[in-house]
C-alpha cells in the first residue's frame, strides 16, 4: 500500500507489554470472522517478523493460546488480556499487529480487507495474504 517505512510503537492495556514496529503509515489492515477474531474484535496488518522487536521484559507478561491446527500463536497479556500482536495461521513467518494497539499519531491511513476465516482455505488462497509476511527483498533473492 505504501513504499515508506516508519517505525510505529504499541502495546497492551497495562502496557507491559510493549513493542515497535516498522511499517507504512498507510496500512491494510484484516478483518477476519474466524471463530478467535470475530470473538475478540480483531483487525490486524502483517509484517516480516524481522520488521517486529519485543522491548523491554514484555516476553515475561506474555502467555500464548492455540487451537485448530494450532500453527497461530495467539499472544495476549497475562495482566490484562490484551491480544496486540500474535504469530497467525495464514503468515507463521510474520507478525500480525492489533492496529488498534498502535500508540496514536503514526497510522495515517488504514484500509480494511476482509478475510473469511469460517472458509480459511479458499480465503487463504484467493486472498493473498501469504505474501504479507514476505521481505521485500526476498524476492530478489
Not at 487451537?67 to 500480525?96: E, L, M, Q, W
Request: glycine share 8%; aromatic share 10%; with cysteine.
Amino acid at each position: 500500500m505504501d513504499s515508506e517505512m516508519i517505525i510505529h510503537n504499541g502495546g497492551c492495556h497495562c502496557k507491559r507489554v510493549r513493542w515497535r514496529v516498522r511499517a507504512p503509515p498507510r496500512v491494510t489492515i484484516w478483518q477476519c470472522n474466524c471463530s478467535d477474531c470475530s470473538m475478540r474484535g480483531n483487525t490486524h496488518f502483517i509484517v516480516p517478523s524481522e520488521q517486529f522487536e519485543l522491548l523491554g521484559d514484555s516476553k515475561e507478561f506474555l502467555t500464548t493460546y492455540t487451537f485448530g491446527t494450532h500453527t497461530a500463536k495467539h499472544t495476549f497479556c497475562k495482566v490484562c488480556g490484551i491480544t496486540s500482536f500474535y504469530i497467525p495461521r495464514s503468515n507463521p513467518d510474520g507478525i500480525a499487529v492489533t492496529f488498534r494497539c498502535v500508540d496514536e499519531g503514526t497510522l495515517a491511513h488504514v484500509e480494511i480487507k476482509c478475510f473469511d476465516g469460517k472458509n480459511w482455505e479458499g480465503s487463504y488462497d484467493s486472498s493473498g495474504i501469504a505474501s504479507l509476511s514476505k521481505s521485500p527483498n526476498e524476492g530478489s533473492k
